[in-house]
């Protein structure tokens, strides 16, 4: 599966960007999908995860609240609304296709990333 996430950029605390990554090459709908992230000199970790239908999410705690994930299996687009953010949001933004439905079962292939930048 290819993934091409978009929608980085420049923003101030407290303000809001959307992501978005579009998936081509196999069944999107059939795959669990999610959103990590990586900030300079830190391990990457995950953000948030939708269920192949969407009907179960997972939002780390860093950021419940703040970020909605979501998906149209119809335009094969998995999205990541984020809002009051803050400088320690700043990272490289990945969205990860699943290995299976269900996001429990852990992700296989990973988009080139978008550069989130938060401004105090």
């Known amino acids: 599966v290819q993934l091409q996430a978009s929608g980085g950029g420049l923003v101030q605390a407290g303000g809001s960007l959307g992501l978005s990554c579009a998936a081509s090459?196999?069944?999107?709908?059939?795959?669990?999908m999610g959103w990590f992230r990586q900030a300079p000199g830190k391990e990457r970790e995950v953000v948030a995860a939708?269920?192949?239908?969407?009907?179960?999410?997972y939002y780390s705690d860093s950021v419940r609240g703040r970020f909605t994930i979501s998906r149209d299996n119809t335009k094969n687009t998995v999205y990541l609304q984020m809002h009051s953010l803050k400088p320690e949001d700043t990272a490289v933004y990945y969205c990860?296709?699943?290995?299976?439905?269900?996001?429990?079962?852990?992700?296989?292939?990973w988009g080139q990333g978008t550069q989130v930048t938060v401004s105090s």
């Open positions: 939708i269920s192949w239908r969407g009907g179960s999410t």
């Open positions: 990860a296709a699943g290995k299976g439905p269900y996001y429990s079962t852990g992700f296989g292939s």
């Open positions: 090459g196999r069944t999107f709908g059939n795959y669990a």
